[in-house]
C-alpha cells in the first residue's frame, strides 16, 4: 500500500465507535482523518467528549482529535466506519454514499436491502460485489457494506462450513448475549445484577433472517436466500464482552460429531479473504474440553476475530449440538467493519 | 393434625440442608428432631457446624442442635430429608427405607428406579402410589421418594398443563442455570465472573430423560414413560438462585399462544395435591411483559414455590417458544422434597 | 389507632418510590391514599407506569391506582412521604409543609436547615421536636422532616452508641457502597461489572457533615452540632442492597473491643422510639464471625432496619476499627422516612 | 545477553504460577526450562494439568511441558520463581536457595526475615543488596527474594514517592481487592456474588508491617524499618483483577493536593531499575478524573507494572487522601518477582 487511506468513524464516542478507534490504531492500511459524533460532543477533544469505557487504552491518536458533525461536509475520507443509531443511520448513511465515501454501518438499517452487502467476508466474501449493482440502482459513486448483528456473526461462521460439508436445513439458537452489545449506558447493573434478560428487542427477528442472507448465493447480482429455517431466543447475561450461541442443527446428510468437528476446524475463508489484515486467524478455533468456549477465556482468541465452537455432539432430534462464541463487539461489531472495508480495499472496489 | 410429624434432615449443613432447615421453620405438620451431617461436623451444635449461606437468617430452632451421625442409630424420625450426595445417598438412604422412615431425597441415586417415585405434586401426585409397590418389592416399611433434578422441574410443569391441552411431541430446552443448583462451595468465582459455563456435568441427560417418567402414565404400579422427544443444553451463569429455561416445542394439536397461556395460567394441580402446606399458589403464574420471568425478580413468586412462565410465542420451526423460571432450592429442591412428604402424609402412606 | 392516617408517596415509580410502597403494605397507622409521580406517567396505573425492580413482588394495594401530579391540589394526605430528586424537592416539598402536610423527605436539599430535623429516631428522638421550631419561622402547619443518606445512616448509630460510652473524636469512614443507592436506571451495567468506581458524587461531603448535626445536641429549638472530625473515601460496588462502612475512631476514653462491643450490643432508643412499628429489634446486632457483616448475608436483618457491626478491634493509630452495615433503601431511605412519620405521630406533632 | 538464564516456575499450575508462564513468554533474558507442581500434575504435559483461568491464552512454549516435582533434583535452573503456598515454601525454598539457585517468591514465609530482601525495585532498589549478607549468614550461594503482598505493593510505591517529597507519618488504608488474589478454586462464587467480604485473614497484619521494611533504610547489611504507623481495613470485592487502596495520610511537611499529584507522577526508580524488560513506564500513572482509578478500566496501565493513582484530596483529619490500584497477579505478584529477579541480574548478584 502506497499512502494511506483516510478513513473517519460516524458515532466515535460509543461504545462501538470507541472499539473502532481502538482496533484502527496502528493499521496498515487506513488513518483515521475524522472522528464525528453528536451535537453534544462536536467542537471537543475526543479525550474529552468520550467516556471511555474499553478495558485497553484510548490510543494516542484519537485523544487530541477535536470532533466534527457527522456530516459530509465535515469528513473528508475514503472510508467512513458506522456505528450510528439506527434511525440516524438511515438518514446519513446515503448522504455518506452520495459523496463517493464507502461506509461500512453496523447499523440495522440497510441489512435487508437486496442490493446492499450483509458481509462476513470469511463465508461470503463474494457478496461485496453486490455494490456494482448497488452504485447502479443508486446512481452514487460510494456505497454501503454491512456487517450482521452480532449474534448471527460467529452463529452464520459456524453455520456455513457446516453448511457446505452437510447442508443445514434447521437451526435453533439460544443465545446470552453481553452487555457491551446494548451499548453505553445500555443495560441498568440493577437489571443485571444477580439476573438474566430473557429477551432482546428485535434481536431474535434478526438471528432468524440475517444468516439467511449471508448462506445465500449470489447469482448475477442478486442474493437467493438460504433455505434453512431458524429458531432463535435471545437473552442478556451479566458478561462485559463475548456472545455465546448454543444450537441444535438439522443437515440434509449424516454427519458425526468428529467429522463435523474437523470440517469446522479446517474451514477457510475464500482466497480474497484470508490474507487481510483483519482475516481471523484461525477462522474457527475448535475447543475440545468440556466447558468451552467460555466468554472470559475464549473470547480474545485470534485477537476476537476468531469465532470458537465447541461441545460438538449428537442433538438427540435433531443431528448435531454445539457452542459458538464470537467476541461481538470486535468480530460481531468494528473488527467486522473494518474487515469489510478491506476485502472491498483488496477487491478493488473502493 | 394432632401431634407434629418427627422429621430429620440429612446433610444439613451443605446449600440443600439449609434450605429445608429455613423451610422447615415453623412447619404446621413437621417438627425437626434430628439434623445429620458428616463426622467432621457431628457432635457441633448447628451454628458451629454449618456455613450459612442462605440471606434470610438461620432459624433460631437450629442454632442449638447438636449434629448426629446420618445413621438410622442417631436418627428417630417418622420423615427424613436427604440432601446428602449422589454416592453417600446410593448406600444410606435405603437403610433408612428399611428402618421404616420415608426418604424424601434430592439425590438423584434412585429416580431412574421403576418403584421409586419421581414427583412434582402439582402434575403427578398418583406417581406417590408408587410407594406401596415399593413397600412390596423391598420388603421395607419405610420408602424412598424423590424430587427431579433442579432444571427439569419448571419446565416439566410448564409441560404438563400444555401436555394435557394439546400433547407434547419434541421439546427443545436451554437452560441458564443458578449458582447456588451446584451446592457450596460449588463454583469457583473466577470460573463465573463475567463469564458463562456452558455445561453442567450430567445435567443434560437428566433434562431428557426425567420429564418422560413425571409425565408417564402410573398404571397398575408402575409409570409408562412419556413418548416425547427432548433435547437440552445447560448453562451456568452468575445468578445466586433461579434457574431459567428457554423451550421451544412441538404439539400434537395446534395451539395458538393466547390459548396456551390461558391453559398455562388456568393450570392447577390434583386435588390431593392442591391445599397441602407448600402448595404452590399459583402452580404456574404467567407474566404478560416482554421481559419476564428474570431470575432476580421473579424467583420467589409463591414464596418461591410457583413456576413462572412467559413469552409464549409462536416457534418458526416447532409451535411454541417460551421461558420458564422455577426456584432452584425452594421449588427445585428442598421446598420439593417437602411438598412430596406433605403429599405422602396427606394420602395416609407415611 | 382508630383510623388510618392517609398517606402519599411522591416519585412513587423511583427505586426508593417503589420501596415506600412495598414498605407500607399492610401498614398498622398509614393508608396509602395518593401515588405521584412525573408527568410522563399520570394517569397510568401504577403497575403500567412502574417499572418494579424490587426481588419482592409489587402489594396488590398498588396495582390499580392512578399516578396523579406531585402537586397539593391532586394529593390529599396527612404525610407525604418523599422520593422526589433534590432539585424537584427543593421547589414542591415547602408547598406540601404550606398546605398543611408532614413532609418525610430523603432528598437532601432541606436536611442543613437549621430548623429542619435531620432524624434518626432510635438515636436523635428528640430532634423531632425542632419540628415546633420550624412551624413558627416558616408560618405554616405542616412540616419537613429530613433522614440523612444512605451511608451515614447505619455509621452514624453506631457512633452514637460509643459516644454516649466513651465520646467520640475524630472518624475515618470508607463505603462499599450499593447499587440501588443511585437509583434506576442509576449506574450502567459496564461501569461496575468486574470493576469499583471510587467516587459518588456529592457523598463524601454528606458523610463528613451530616452525622455531626445527628449527633449534636438538641438545645432549646436547635442543634448544637457535635465537635467530632471525618473524613471519608466512598466507592460504588456490583451489591445490589446494603451499604457497608469501615471505620476507624479516636475516642476520649480508653475502650477496648470487647466493652464495645458489649455497649454496641446493648444500645437501645429512646423510649419514645423504641416500640413504633418500623422501630428495628435490635437497633444493632453484633456479629462475632471475622468476616461479617457481609451485605447479602446480613441486611434483612431486623427486616432492613438493624444496624449490623462486626470486627471490632483495636486500631493501630486511633482507637478502635470496624465495619457497619446498614440496608440502604430500608433502613437508609424509605424504611427510615415510615420510621421518622411514626414518630411524629406518636409525639403528637403531626 | 548472550545467552538466555534458565529459569523455572515452581507452583506452575496455580493462579500465580499461571501469570508467570504468561508473563515470561518471549522474556528477552529468561528461558523456562522447568515447570514444577504437586505430585498430582507431576508426569503430566502442562496443558492438561493446569486448568488455565486466564484471559490470555496459554503461551505455545508451556503447553507440552512435562510437569516435574518441585525439587533440586528436578530442576535444573538459575533462577526459580515460587508461587508456592508459604507452609511449603517456608521448606522448600532454602532447599533451592542451598542449591545455588535465586528464589524469586511470592510467598510471605521469609519477608520478614533481616537478611532477606522484600523488593520492590522502584522504590527500593538497593535492599537487593541483603542478599550478601544473606549468602554469609546462611552459608549458600543461591538466595531467597520476596516481593511483598498484593495490596502493600501499589500503596508502598505510591507512599514512597510521599515520603521522599514530604515524610509520611501515619496512613489509613481500606482495601478493596480482586478475586484473584486469593488463587483459584478461592473464593466460592456464592460468597462475593452481590456481596463483599470485609475481611482476608491474615492480610491486614501484612499492610501494617511490610511497607514499614520496604520504606525503611538500606544500612550497612540490614534495614532499618520506618518509622511510619499503618491502620488497615481488607475487603474482598467482586472484581477479577486489580487492588484498589483508599488511602489518607499524615506527612511531616506540608503539601497541597497539587503538589502532591506532580511528584506522585514525576515519580522514577533509580537507576539501576529503570531500563530493566520489567520496569514499569510510567512507575506511576495520576488520573485526573473525578472517577479513577477505575479496576477494570486502569489495572493493565502499563501491562499491569505501573501504579495507577487518583483522587489526591486533601483529608479534613490528617493531610491528604487519595486512592491506588495495582494489578495484583502481574505488579502485585509474578510481575513484581519477575522484575526483581532482572534486578538481581542486572546487578551482577546472580
Redesign the interface.
Known sequence: MPSPIPVAVLGATG?VGQRFISLLDNHPWFKVVALAASDRSVGQKYSQAAR??????MPDYAKDMVIVPASTDSVQAKIVFSALHNEIAKDLEPQFARAGMAVCSNASSFRRDDDVPLLLPEINADHVHLVTQQRKNKNWSGCILTNPNCTSTGLTIALKALDDAFGVK?V?A?S?QA??GAG????????????????I?GEEEKV?WEPRKMLGKYNNGKIDLADI???A?T?R????DGH?V?A?VELTSQADPQTAEAILRDFSAASSARELPSSPRPVIQVREE????????D???GNGMTTVV??IRR????DL?F?VLSHNTIRGAAGGSIYNAELLVSEDLL
Request: hydrophobic residues 40%; aromatic residues 6%; charged residues 20%.
Open positions: 461504545s471511555w469505557i474499553l478495558d485497553v487504552p434447521k435453533f439460544v446470552l452487555l457491551s453505553y449506558p445500555g443495560v441498568a447493573s440493577l437489571d443485571i445484577m444477580d439476573n438474566v434478560i430473557p429477551n428487542k432468524e429455517q431458524f429458531s431466543h437473552n447475561v451479566a458478561v462485559t455465546l448454543c441444535s468440556a466447558d468451552r468456549p467460555q466468554p472470559r477465556l473470547r480474545l482468541t465447541g461441545r442433538d438427540p432430534i435433531l449440538k457452542v
